[in-house]
C-alpha cells in the first residue's frame, strides 16, 4: 500500500488526507522528523507560508523536510508551493529550496483575495480542472528542467512539475476532483516501484 504523509503544522492538511483515502491511500500526519521515515510521498498543504515555515524551523523540520524534498516525490499546494520554492522576491521566511521556480506571494492582489478558475493541466484526462485559488502565489519563473502543467488565461503559470516535485498554486483538495491527487499517487508509486 501506498503511504503519502501530509505536512500537519498548519493549513488545509486534513482536506488532503481525506482526499488521498478516497484513492485508498495510507495517510500519516507530518509533524517531526521521525514521521517521515518510510514515506512514498509527502503533501505540503496550504496555509500560511511564514507559520508553516517558522512552526519547520521550531520542530527541526526544515533539513529532514529539504533531504526528503530532495530525491521523494513532495507535492506543494499554494503555501506548500511557497516553502519548495528556490526564489522569492520580496519576503525573508524559511524556504525548503528544492524546485527551480521563483513563486510572487499573495500575487493577485487585495481585490482577488480568492478567485476560481477552470484550467487545462497537462497529463490530465477529462476536461478542465476547477481550481480555487485563496491569496494565492503564482510562479514567477521556471527553470530550465521544471515543467509548466497549467497556466491562467493570461498566461500565469500556477502549476508546475520537475522530476518527483510537484507545485500548485490552488488548492486541489477543496474540490471533489480527485484527478490531480491520482497523478500524484501515480508519481510516487512510480518513483518508488
Ligand atoms: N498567502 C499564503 C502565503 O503567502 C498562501 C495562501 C494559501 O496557502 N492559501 O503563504
Redesign the pocket.
Known sequence: MTTIGVLALQ?AFIEHEKALKALGAQTREVRLPEHLEGLDGLIIP?????TIGKLAAEYGLIEPLRTFAQSRPTWG????M?FLAQRLGQYEQPLLSVMNIGVN??AFGRQLNSFEADLDIKGLEGGPFHAVF????VVTDVGDNVDVLATLPDRQVVAVQQNHLMATAF?PELTDDLRLHQYFLHLAQEHNG
Do not use: D, Q
Not at 499546494?77 to 506548500?80: I, R
Not at 485563496?134 to 502565489?137: L, V
Open positions: 493549513g496550504g496555509g500560511e507560508s511564514t499546494t499554494c503555501a506548500g511557497i506571494r499573495n485563496i491569496r494565492a502565489p488548492h
